[in-house]
Each structure stands twice: as structure tokens, then as C-alpha cells.
């Protein structure tokens, strides 16, 4: 199983499942983050955490501990 | 008769501009009750008739975070007669997202299609006509910035309020889902008098708790609703909430299609080009340490700093006082009042407007940096860091400010999201030292250590660490338990910061120190003038013939394992609660000199002989950390907004300083073989107790957010 987790700059990939639960699926949910949606991933900050994503044409900025729970091909 | 219109829509929407727009400068900012979620509504701008309450700018309206709790108990409990969602059409998927819950309310609905120009200059182009007839309420283009199109969106409002007709709730989901629904729907008819049936339907179907438990059902209904529930889960492979948030994107992503024409494939507009070079591995550091040298110069060192200095020593110093004092001399009024008015009151508004221009300039620089789009940046970048120890990248802002003075840090707090962020921030920015601690830094370095150069950095080492283990610590407390908010944060595009927005900001939040901070401030200050002016039988004395050095004795005691149980000091401390420079002044007096120089080197030489090295840096360490001045107490009370945690607040700032100071004095004399007490052994388990805290697992309570969001529906 991969992850946004592991991906790279420049990278686009398709969500599979959101894993975990609770408040933070949810946010990621409602933010736009849901199945078969594309995500290019733009860049990660400059210390390493967190990374920002292109999501239904917007940035949005996801810790990698909840960049984690989203399985992605 | 009056009208309600709410004001709905994701951050960053151009809500607060629209909302300026429509009720012009009659506006009411206040929070929400028992929150510090800011609240703020205003009246139509001609026509009084029209109440516009501004939501906080939501994503969605889940059980989970307070803003979004908030909006949905104003819309279901208090039922506005419109709501007006304002929409960002340059990122039109996920803030018709909102509109698909918003509609389900059963109340009238307008669309506010905001944005438009930055859509046009793209080259896209949106169909308005098409997007009304999908969602079946008005849907109006608007340019908040322009005020284009504000009167016919304020026209179609006031329409669908008198009209009454609530949005026809789409169905937007499909198939089993949609069935699994109707079936909720008819078992809530059968059973419960409600009018907006959809709407519980599909929280019945989330099994949103917060809205099931107002809704008494009988077993076999809400059985019922279970077992529909759980089949469609397993139909479907997924839970019941994750299934209604696709499905509401799935719907918005399909029917767009024909709604919005994208002209360009090529995604990097101007804002990315900005934010490659700003928020880029290299020089994203550089970039942000300029940006917060400038505020810094900006508010405390340059401008603000003058300014205040100015209202500080000029105008209440000398003009002001001077003036009133010739005027009630000429009047010949009795001493006692005369000294009420120029050292109490006089002094008192002194003491709040004299931070006034300070934090004028200071909120100036944080709305720009906020409305320009940077401040989410700097959440970005600086994250890393500060979650480690439960605070949030955006606190940098208020520990720097408040390296000038405490009460902008803590004023700037504001721009925090997360409400246990925000409180732990306006806990731990005082214990940086402040300009005003520097005079007590000054003279217990030239008093005891002969002015060595470390004392000056080790204070300030101590405020980082206090702020360290602070936020390491209390983390693990129930009150701040819980995860931390999810860093799930919108990076919303750059744009040029609009003068008119930045000013009015500026001017609520100043206006709002000035009327919260500036009561307590008031009180605060009259109350040590009469304590440290008069003795017990109210006759007029000198400081230290007055309650104050009563106070002192009776609780000097209580400083004593401290190693400095010398009234003198502990008369010296309290004066500090009024402005920390006081302290030195007070020791001045206390000593027996009329004035001394702001590092008082006029009685080092008495200090020393009184004080051993080792009770003068215990002393230095609890006047850095213990309860600030009462104007950053009363700037905590504003930001806190309860006494509560105002208390929880001083309460810990002042143990910590007190277990920080015992255990610098009690194991540092044990360890110097100045003498064991059993004080030693108190401080060897405090120092015990907190690297305990710092080690252990961090509280678990199974969903605080969902908690507090429980609690505060329950109200």
C-alpha cells in the first residue's frame, strides 16, 4: 500500500481509500480529499513537514502523519 | 418587522469584504457566547431593517470543529430568514460543497458567486443560469472587492426572505444511498413532528450524534435507521459519513462539467509563480526571517515603539498630568482626590492607550500579512517546529511580538485557528522577556554579577525553555488533550492586500483592546494606587508605610524557600503587576532613594549585601515567568474570553514561576553545600514531577473536539 505519504514533488497521483477515522478523515473528506480524486503534489516545506498538495485546483497543506492515512495509486 | 440574513462560506471567500460591503460601519464584533469564535453582525447598509449576521468561514458542516458547530446551531436553532452563501467561483468545487449542506437546511438560499473577475482574467467562463437551475435557489455574480452586484444580491436576499420558500433539497445522492435516506426520512415523519426532515435524515444516516440525541425516536424506530444504515455500509464498503461526503463531490464533479469551461489545461497561475520563490526549500527561510524582522521593526522598534513611547512619557507622562494637575491646583481640590485623578485614573487610561499605537501598527502589518495570503504560509513553513511542543506554526507571530511587549504577542494571537492553539499561545508568549523586564534583567546582572554579558541570554533561554516544557506539558492535560487540530490547511492564493479591508481590521481589533483589555487594565491599576497609597486607616502614606507593604509582609513568607523572603522584594513584585519596569523603581523607593536610573544603579551595592547571587537569579527567574502586567492580563482575558481561562492562565504562570524559582534556589544551595532543607526535597520532586510530565504518554481521551462540539450543542 503507498501513500501521499511517500510520494514526491511533482508527483500526481489518484486517492484509493482514506484510512483512520474520526475528526481528521472527516476534515480531509470535507476538504475535498475523496475516493478517485487526483492530487498532484507540489512541494514539501522547507523543514521537511508539512507537504502541499493541488486538490479540485487548490493548495492545500497536509501533515505527512495525516498524509498517511491516504492510500493512493 | 426585521429581517435575518446569515452569512455562510468557506475562508478565504471574500466574506469578511462582502460583509463590509453590505453593512458598511455599522458593525457588532463580540464572540460567540462561552467561545472565541468571533461574532460579528451589522445592519444593512440602507436599510436598518435588515440584520446581517457573518458565520465564521466554515468548510463544511460537520459535528467537529467549533466554528463549524457554531454555524449550524445558529442556522438550526436560530433559523435566519436567508442565508446568502458566498461562493469563490475561482475554486468552485469544494465551496459548492458547503452549498450542498447548506441547502438541505430548508431555509431560503442565495447564491453570492463571488470572484468572478479573477475567473474572467483566467479566461474560464461559468454558467450562472445553469448553476441556479442545479441548485433551485438565485445564484447572483458579485465582485465584493468592486461592490459589483451587491445590490442585486442584497435585492434577491431580501426576496427569498419575504418569500419564505425554502431551497428545494436536491437529491443528490444515488442509488442505495438515496433509498437508505427516503427510508430515514419516512421512519422521522412517522415519528417526530420535525419540519426539515431531509436534513436529519442525512444526519440520522451520518449517525452525527449531535443531532440524533435532541431527536427522541422509539427503540424500534432508531433500530430501524441502524439496520438501514448498516446495510448500506456494507453494500457500499465504507462508513456512513465517508459515503454522504463522496457522494456530495461526486455529484458537484458530475454536474460542473457543463457549468464550468476551463479555457487552459497549464494550472500555474501568477500565485504559484509567488509562492515557488516564497515558500521555496531555500529561500523560504530567509524570506520569512526579513518578513518578521519588518513587523518586528515596524511595530516595536520603529513606529509603534516611538508612538507608544511617546504616549507613554509625553502625553500621560508630562502633558496630560501636568495639565491636570495646574487645573485642580488652581481649583484647590483636597490632596486624596487630587492624587485619584493624576496617579489613578490619569495613570490607568494611560497605561491602555499607551500600548494603543504599538498595536495599531502592529495589527496593520498582521492584517496585511493575513490578507495578502502570506500568513497561511507561515503557518507552513514554521509548523514543523512548534507542533512538536503543541503550539501552532502562526505562533511564532506572538512569541517575536512579544519579545517588544506582551500585550500585542498576545493580541496576535487572534490569527490562530485552533482554539487550543490559540489559548496555549496567549499562556506561553509572556514568558519571553518583554522590553519592559529588561530593566530587572539590568539590575540584577549589574547587581549581583557585576554585570556579567549572560545573564542577558539566559533570561531569555529561560522564556524559550518555559515555553518549551510548557507546551510539552500541558499538552498532556486534559484541558489541552486531544488531537491536535487537523493540520488540514487551505494555501489560499496571493493577492494584493485591499486598503480598505486592512484598515477596518485594524480598527476592530484595536477598538476591541481598547473596550476588553482596557476595563481590567482601568480597574486593575486604580486598585494598586489605593493599596500602595493609603494605610489601613485610609490616611495617605508613602509606599512602603501603605496596605501594599502590609501585603508584602504578610506574604513575604510565603517567597521565603524561595530565598528571597524579604518584604521589600515581595512589595517589588507585586508593583511589577502594574508595568514590569515598576519593579525597579519600587526597589528604588524601598531602599530609600527618591528616584533611581532604570537599571538602578544607584542601590546595587545595598542589593548585594541583602542578596546572595543565588536569591537574586531565583528573584530574576520568577519576575521573568510569574502572572505578566495586568495590561497583558487583560489582554488575556480578551483573547480567553472566560474568566476561567484567564485564571487557568495567571494561575500557571504563576506556579510555574514559583516551582522554576524554588527549584533554581533549593537544589542550587543543596548542590553549592549552602545548606539542605526540606524545601530541597519538595524541589527534587517538583523537578521529578516535570520531567515525568515531559516523558509520559500524552492523555487520551477517546475524541475531545467531539466532545467540547457536544457539549456546546447541548447548550
Known amino acids: 500500500m503507498q501513500t501521499l505519504k511517500e510520494m514526491k514533488p511533482g508527483d500526481t497521483v489518484h486517492v484509493v481509500k482514506l484510512h483512520g477515522q474520526g475528526p481528521t478523515r472527516r476534515r480531509i473528506m470535507d476538504m475535498g480529499i475523496t475516493k478517485g480524486t487526483e492530487l498532484f503534489v507540489r512541494k514539501v516545506a522547507p523543514l521537511g513537514d508539512p507537504i502541499e498538495v493541488n486538490v479540485r485546483g487548490y493548495e492545500l497543506s497536509v501533515h505527512k502523519s495525516d498524509a498517511e492515512m491516504i492510500e493512493v495509486i | ?715
Open chain 2, 1 to 715: 418587522m426585521s429581517i435575518v440574513i446569515a452569512l455562510a462560506g468557506n475562508p478565504n471567500s471574500g466574506k469578511t469584504t462582502l460583509f463590509n460591503d453590505l453593512t458598511g460601519s455599522s458593525q457588532y464584533v463580540g464572540n460567540w457566547p462561552g467561545v472565541t469564535v468571533e461574532k460579528k453582525e451589522g445592519r444593512l447598509k440602507g436599510n436598518k431593517e435588515v440584520v446581517v449576521q457573518d458565520l465564521p468561514g466554515i468548510y463544511s458542516l460537520s459535528p467537529y470543529t467549533l466554528e463549524e458547530v457554531v454555524s449550524r446551531n445558529y442556522l438550526i436553532n436560530e433559523r435566519p430568514d436567508a442565508i446568502i452563501n458566498i461562493v469563490d467561483a475561482s475554486n468552485l468545487e469544494r465551496n459548492l460543497y458547503l452549498t450542498t449542506q447548506l441547502m438541505e437546511l430548508g431555509l431560503p438560499v442565495v447564491v453570492a458567486l463571488n470572484m468572478m473577475d479573477v475567473v474572467e482574467k483566467s479566461g474560464d467562463t461559468i454558467n450562472a443560469a445553469k448553476l441556479s437551475a442545479l441548485l433551485g435557489c438565485p445564484v447572483i455574480e458579485v465582485s465584493a472587492v468592486k461592490g459589483r452586484g451587491v445590490k442585486e444580491l442584497v435585492q434577491a436576499a431580501i426576496e427569498a426572505a419575504q418569500s419564505k420558500t425554502a431551497c428545494e433539497p436536491r437529491h443528490l445522492f444515488e442509488g442505495k444511498v438515496e433509498e437508505s435516506i427516503d427510508q430515514i426520512e419516512a421512519i422521522l415523519r412517522d415519528n417526530t413532528p420535525l419540519s426539515n426532515l431531509r436534513w436529519h435524515a442525512v444526519k440520522f444516516f451520518e449517525r452525527d450524534q449531535s443531532v440524533a440525541e435532541n431527536v427522541p425516536l422509539p427503540n424500534e424506530a432508531a433500530a430501524r435507521i441502524e439496520s438501514l444504515i448498516t446495510a448500506c455500509e456494507d453494500a457500499l464498503d465504507d462508513d456512513s459519513e465517508s459515503i454522504v461526503t463522496n457522494e456530495r463531490y461526486t455529484y458537484i464533479t458530475k454536474h460542473i462539467k457543463g457549468i464550468l469551461n476551463k479555457k487552459s489545461s497549464s494550472n500555474i497561475t501568477t500565485s504559484d509563480k509567488i509562492d515557488s520563490i516564497v515558500t521555496n526549500r531555500v529561500l523560504a527561510l530567509p524570506i520569512f526571517a526579513a518578513v518578521m524582522f519588518v513587523v518586528y521593526y515596524l511595530s516595536i522598534s520603529s513606529i509603534g515603539g516611538m508612538m507608544t513611547d511617546w504616549v507613554n512619557d509625553a502625553l500621560f507622562g508630562e502633558f496630560v498630568p501636568g495639565y491636570a494637575e495646574a487645573a485642580l491646583e488652581s481649583l484647590g481640590t483636597a490632596e486624596w482626590l487630587n492624587a485619584l485623578i493624576l496617579d489613578g485614573i490619569i495613570g490607568g487610561v494611560g497605561a491602555v492607550l499607551g500600548f494603543l499605537p504599538q498595536m495599531l501598527v502592529l495589527f496593520l502589518c498582521l492584517a496585511i500579512l493575513e490578507d495578502s495570503g502570506y500568513m497561511a504560509r507561515i503557518a507552513f513553513i514554521m509548523d514543523r517546529i512548534f507542533r512538536k511542543f503543541g503550539l501552532s506554526g502562526k505562533s511564532f507571530i506572538p512569541i517575536l511580538i512579544g519579545t517588544g511587549c506582551g500585550v500585542p504577542g498576545i493580541m496576535a494571537s487572534r490569527t490562530i485557528e485552533s482554539e487550543n492553539d490559540r489559548r496555549m499561545t496567549v499562556i506561553t508568549t509572556t514568558f519571553i522577556p518583554c522590553g519592559a523586564k529588561l530593566p530587572i534583567i539590568a539590575l540584577i546582572a549589574g547587581a549581583i554579577f557585576d554585570e556579567a554579558v549572560w545573564v542577558g541570554p539566559v533570561s531569555y533561554f529561560i522564556g524559550v525553555a518555559a515555553i518549551i516544557l510548557s507546551g510539552v506539558m500541558l499538552k498532556k492535560t486534559r484541558f489541552f488533550a486531544g488531537d491536535p487540530a487537523p493540520f488540514v490547511m487551505e494555501l489560499p492564493a496571493y493577492h494584493m492586500p485591499r486598503l480598505k479591508g486592512v484598515l477596518l481590521s485594524t480598527y476592530e481589533r484595536g477598538s476591541a483592546f481598547v473596550k476588553k483589555a482596557g476595563t481590567i487594565i482601568l480597574l486593575a491599576c486604580a486598585l494598586i494606587w489605593f493599596l500602595s497609597s493609603f494605610n489601613g486607616s485610609f490616611e495617605m502614606v508613602d509606599a512602603e508605610e501603605s496596605l501594599l507593604a502590609s501585603i508584602g509582609n504578610l506574604v513575604a513568607p510565603l517567597f521565603a524557600p524561595l530565598g528571597w523572603g524579604n518584604w521589600k522584594a515581595a512589595v517589588a513584585t507585586f508593583t511589577g503587576l502594574v508595568a514590569k519596569e515598576n519593579v525597579v523603581g519600587t526597589f528604588g523607593i524601598l531602599y530609600g532613594m527618591e528616584e533611581v536610573a532604570e537599571d538602578g544603579v544607584e542601590i546595587w551595592s545595598t542589593l548585594r549585601a541583602d542578596y546572595t547571587p543565588l536569591a537574586a537569579f531565583s528573584f530574576l527567574v520568577f519576575n521573568l515567568l510569574c502572572a505578566p502586567c495586568f495590561a497583558a492580563i487583560g489582554a488575556i482575558r480578551r483573547e480567553m474570553v472566560t474568566a476561567k481561562w484567564t485564571f487557568i492562565a495567571i494561575a500557571y504562570q504563576t506556579s510555574l514561576a514559583y516551582v522554576a524559582a524554588l527549584i533554581i534556589y533549593q537544589l542550587g544551595l543543596a548542590f553549592t553545600g549552602g545548606g539542605f532543607t526540606p524545601w530541597a526535597v519538595i524541589a527534587a520532586i517538583l523537578l521529578a514531577f516535570i520531567i515525568y510530565m515531559l516523558l509520559k504518554a500524552p492523555y487520551d481521551p477517546s475524541n475531545l473536539k467531539g466532545r467540547q462540539a457536544k457539549e456546546l450543542c447541548q447548550h
